[in-house]
């Protein structure tokens, strides 16, 4: 029964009274329903008939509006829709063009039909608060139960007052016993109750009488002291129970008919035996004949054209030249396929620095050969670390430098005020190096006094055979057992404005371009690099600027007089004493969702520009140290960016790509836009964002051979794509067995790239040879992989550095098979990936043409249906059309009898 918002007594009389009107036309076309029903027993059914006709209201129809739905129409509920006004008028146009744009996943697709026929052009759409009739919405589906909900009729007299006032005295009316009308449930309860087909089996469990509630009491013991203390229960075939088998199951496999022969010459005895021959040759008149015959003239004419041109072959292609052969390589002289794998070349682990702690970053030296440094951070939860903060504060995990030479003792150490999770040498000057803390701090390290420490570190292999007195003292200290050298930090960043949680990456801007406030690109005047760029998963990406800024500046040129300089120590270095404790980052961008109000949580970021360290001759090494002015570092030459105008870049890219906790990838803008109402600058929402990942995302990398091609890897798979292509990666692995961790590019051939597992395996893909599986598969370590960096030492010695998660550093060398790269491989690779696109943008036509297709058959459905219904006539109609077509009938009769001469004009046709 319908209620109206409109909440007074006599209203609801009167509402109940049309209520009741409507309810006895209910069943009324609940009957008539019926029987057409019975009419149409042979018919399938095409639609479900979900309306309350069964319990007298035919016009309701129960419905589901999903958030979408409520959304799009303005019906929220306890918002647009609520207890005091539960209803909604909405307009025929709006819910066909949702059914059309929205098609089965439309919420109005259950009574599309009952919408069609709607003779109103508004449909009443009510809140069902008390779920009456099972659904949070009904529709109401006819004009009169419409306008009897909106506008209930206003009664005469009030029956619940006299003339005077006084309130009348209610009776009781007792109600009235109808007969059942039977709509055919019996039926359908009797096919829906379970009826017991098997015989039912009784059993019956005794116990002595003394035993009933005694008490039990339970111990432990151990089975195997006891005789008799482990029983196992083996099956038997018990005689008394014969069952047949009515099916067995039976493996059987297919083998092909295997038969042996032999057979063998006859042999009889061994005798000598001669033949001999002769040639058969044309007699002269049968050379005349044959010379003279025009088939062989029409032969010789046919074939004189392919002969010449096999002869002019034959001058110009080596016929005998084996192709095959010349499509191998030669493998000879460094291993073939079977020499395709990891051989592990060195190791590094330390008992005291690396005990209980997992690798979390790793980085090659960019400009001494056989130095590589690693960040250790502890192995404990968020509640083992909460527990242990007190004992963390004493104990800092240092990033450790090893070397070739000495696999045992580190050859320096960096003091950190946290853990490290990421760090990276600055690529204008490798004795820079910026990493980033658990607690979201950034940390500056200056290590120019100990360069030539480590050179000496990278020859001490060398070294060792001479005397101790021409060892290097840095050696001498190691291989006397002396703690190796500790440096301090020069700079970290302000805790109030940084990061609020761990630093996953971090990236050095290229030493070109240099970024403002708004994230506008300009030249960089001071030709080194000068910014960082860092995340975290506090949704939120960072850019730093290693001057000073000038509101820092100015304040200090203002009070000089307050404030007090305070001297660093004499081991620390002052290259950027100016950013200590004061650092804030110059832009924040933030990753805003566009459907929510949340944030994406960055966990890594690939700018187009990274930086990718090939190991060059040591004839060429002098180029990539940085410009210095005599002996002083270009650090410490600038403290303040410049006043002068700078030149607007604008062909530097300023996109770039993230990842995040919940494995979407997300193409975004750093360029910060200004917010029309309050001024202040935003960010950008992303461009593009797919969910791809079923877990954290790992490792994002650009290629090194591609700019525009990007390896993503998290969860359990991975996907490269292709910057530019908004529709997808264009290629994306099925799920592995184990968890991807970390994932890195070859340097050395564009198709190659390693990927670490959980299990401490390490997956090699070459997309020329496999692009299904892994070309090949290797253990490296018990542990989890937890960080991958490549080397490239000379050009016949490549390394891998793979570091797990139990703090052990594995130098691996790669094989020639995977270092260096056939003639063509770059071509091969970069048609590989713009196959890939076409069958891409492919397979997009092909949905998009299908999805016009399903809506072709649909619409023509609706015509078939709507054509069919149109079709059918009454009786009266089919009558009518009969005595028409015999009145045509007769006139064309009266006609021909009349040409004929049997029937005269005047003479009436009866």
């Known amino acids: 029964m319908l209620e109206s918002p409109k909440s007074s007594k006599s209203s609801v009389l009167s509402a109940k009274e049309s209520a009741k009107k409507l309810k006895s036309k209910g069943e009324m076309k609940a009957k008539g329903s019926a029987k057409g029903k019975r009419k149409q027993l042979g018919k399938k059914d095409e639609e479900v008939d979900i309306s309350m006709a069964s319990i007298g209201h035919p016009e309701i129809f129960p419905l589901v509006f999903t958030e979408k739905t409520q959304e799009i129409f303005n019906c929220r509920i306890n918002e647009d829709v609520s207890e005091e006004k539960p209803y909604k008028l909405l307009k025929k146009e709006d819910i066909i063009q949702d059914m059309k744009t929205r098609a089965a996943v439309s919420d109005f697709h259950p009574v599309k039909k009952i919408v069609l026929e709607y003779p109103g052009e508004e449909l009443l759409i009510v809140l069902d608060i008390e779920f009456k009739y099972g659904q949070s919405f009904y529709l109401v589906a006819s004009e009169e139960a419409k306008e009897s909900f909106l506008n209930p009729p206003e009664a005469v007299e009030e029956e619940g007052e006299t003339k005077d006032g006084m309130v009348e005295e209610y009776v009781y009316k007792p109600p009235v016993r109808k007969p059942w009308v039977s709509l055919g449930s019996e039926k359908e309860i009797e096919e829906e109750s379970v009826k017991?087909?098997?015989?039912?089996?009784?059993?019956?469990?005794?116990?002595t009488r003394r035993e009933f509630g005694s008490k039990v009491r339970f111990t432990d013991r151990n089975a195997s002291s006891v005789k008799d203390g482990y029983i196992e229960c083996t099956s038997y075939q018990d005689n008394n129970f014969s069952i047949m088998k009515l099916e067995k199951d039976v493996g059987a496999q297919?083998?092909?008919?295997?038969?042996?022969?032999?057979?063998?010459?006859?042999?009889?005895?061994?005798?000598?035996?001669?033949?001999?021959?002769?040639?058969?040759?044309?007699?002269?008149?049968?050379?005349?004949?044959?010379?003279?015959?025009?088939?062989?003239?029409?032969?010789?004419?046919?074939?004189?054209?392919?002969?010449?041109?096999?002869?002019?072959?034959?001058?110009?292609?080596?016929?005998?030249?084996?192709d095959w052969k010349a499509l191998a390589e030669d493998e000879s002289a460094f291993g073939g396929k079977s020499d395709a794998y990891l051989k592990e070349y060195q190791s590094f682990t330390d008992l005291h620095y690396l005990k209980d702690r997992t690798v979390s970053c790793v980085c090659w030296h960019p400009a001494i050969n056989g130095i590589i440094a690693v960040s250790v951070t502890e192995r404990?939860?968020?509640?083992?670390?909460?527990?242990?903060?007190?004992?963390?504060?004493?104990?800092?995990?240092?990033?450790?430098?090893?070397?070739?030479?000495?696999?045992?003792?580190?050859?320096?150490?960096?003091?950190?005020?946290?853990?490290?999770?990421?760090?990276?040498?600055?690529?204008?000057?490798?004795n820079i190096i910026a990493g980033g803390c658990i607690n979201g701090q950034v940390v500056l390290w200056d290590i120019s006094e100990y360069e030539e420490k480590l050179q000496n570190a990278k020859t001490g292999a060398s070294g060792r055979k001479n005397t101790a007195v021409n060892m290097p003292t840095f050696i001498q200290a190691q291989q006397s057992g002396k703690e190796p050298h500790f440096v301090r930090y020069c700079a970290v960043s302000s805790i109030e404005y940084g990061h609020k949680t761990v630093i996953t990456d971090i990236h050095w801007?290229?030493?070109?371009?240099?970024?403002?406030?708004?994230?506008?690109?300009?030249e960089n005047r001071v030709g080194v690099c000068v910014q960082l760029i860092t995340c975290s998963p506090d949704c939120s990406i960072f850019f730093w600027d290693l001057r000073a800024p000038k509101t820092a500046i100015q304040n200090s040129a203002e009070k000089p007089k307050e404030e007090k300089v305070i001297e660093a120590p004499p081991d620390v270095p002052t290259t950027f004493k100016h950013l200590d404790l004061s650092w804030r980052p110059l832009i924040k961008v933030n990753l805003s969702k566009s459907a929510t109000s949340g944030d994406y949580s960055p966990t890594k970021i690939s700018l187009e520009d990274e930086h990718f360290h090939y190991k060059i001759p040591d004839k060429m090494q002098f180029q990539i140290k940085p410009e210095r002015l005599g002996d002083e570092n270009p650090y410490k030459q600038f403290k303040i960016p410049s006043t002068k105008p700078l030149k607007i870049l604008e062909n530097i890219p300023t996109?770039?790509?993230?990842?995040?906790?919940?494995?979407?990838?997300?193409?975004?803008?750093?360029?910060?836009?200004?917010?029309?109402?309050s001024g202040r600058l935003i960010s950008q929402k992303p461009i593009n964002k797919h969910t791809i990942h079923d877990g954290i995302v790992h490792s994002i990398q650009r290629s090194p051979f591609f700019k525009d091609i990007i390896l993503s890897v998290g969860g359990w798979n991975f996907a490269i794509w292709k910057e530019g292509v908004s529709s997808g990666?264009?290629?994306?692995?099925?799920?592995?067995?184990?968890?991807?961790t970390v994932g890195h590019w070859s340097l050395s051939r564009a198709g190659v790239f390693f990927i670490g597992r959980e299990d401490g395996n390490i997956d090699i893909w070459d997309l020329l040879e496999k692009t299904h599986e892994p070309s090949q598969t290797q253990n490296i370590s018990i542990s989890m992989i937890t960080c991958i960096k490549p080397w490239i030492i000379s050009s016949k010695q490549h390394f891998l550095a793979v570091s797990d998660d139990f703090g052990t550093l594995h130098i691996l060398e790669i094989s020639w098979t995977l270092s260096h790269p056939s003639s063509n491989e770059h071509a091969s690779v970069f048609h590989y990936f713009e196959r890939e696109i076409k069958h891409l943008d492919f397979f997009e036509q092909r949905q998009e043409f299908r999805a016009k297709e399903r809506k072709e058959l649909e619409l023509e459905k609706q015509r078939k249906k709507i054509k069919v219904a149109g079709g059918q006539k009454s009786r009266e109609q089919m009558e009518e059309q009969l005595n028409v077509n015999y009145a045509d009938f007769l006139d064309e009769e009266k006609k021909i009898l009349t040409a004929l001469g049997l029937l005269k004009v005047t003479d009436r046709f009866a």
Not at 261 to 277: E, G, H, I
Not at 509 to 522: A, K, S
């Open 509 to 522: 801007l290229p030493d070109y371009f240099e970024v403002n406030r708004m994230g506008i690109t300009f």
């Open 655 to 677: 996109n770039f790509f993230v990842g995040t906790e919940d494995g979407e990838v997300i193409y975004s803008d750093w360029k910060m836009e200004r917010e029309s109402d």
């Open 254 to 322: 297919v083998v092909p008919k295997v038969r042996e022969m032999s057979t063998q010459t006859k042999w009889t005895y061994p005798r000598n035996a001669a033949t001999q021959y002769f040639p058969r040759e044309f007699s002269d008149e049968e050379k005349e004949l044959c010379l003279s015959s025009e088939d062989l003239k029409e032969f010789i004419i046919s074939v004189f054209l392919r002969v010449e041109i096999a002869l002019q072959q034959n001058e110009i292609i080596n016929v005998f030249f084996d």
């Open 729 to 740: 990666p264009i290629l994306q692995s099925c799920c592995s067995s184990k968890r991807y």
């Open 380 to 430: 404990l939860s968020y509640e083992e670390r909460v527990t242990q903060s007190g004992k963390l504060l004493l104990q800092k995990s240092p990033i450790l430098f090893w070397s070739f030479s000495d696999p045992i003792h580190p050859q320096l150490m960096l003091e950190c005020p946290e853990d490290i999770y990421c760090f990276e040498f600055c690529p204008s000057d490798p």
């Open 196 to 207: 017991e087909s098997l015989r039912e089996i009784k059993y019956m469990i005794s116990r």
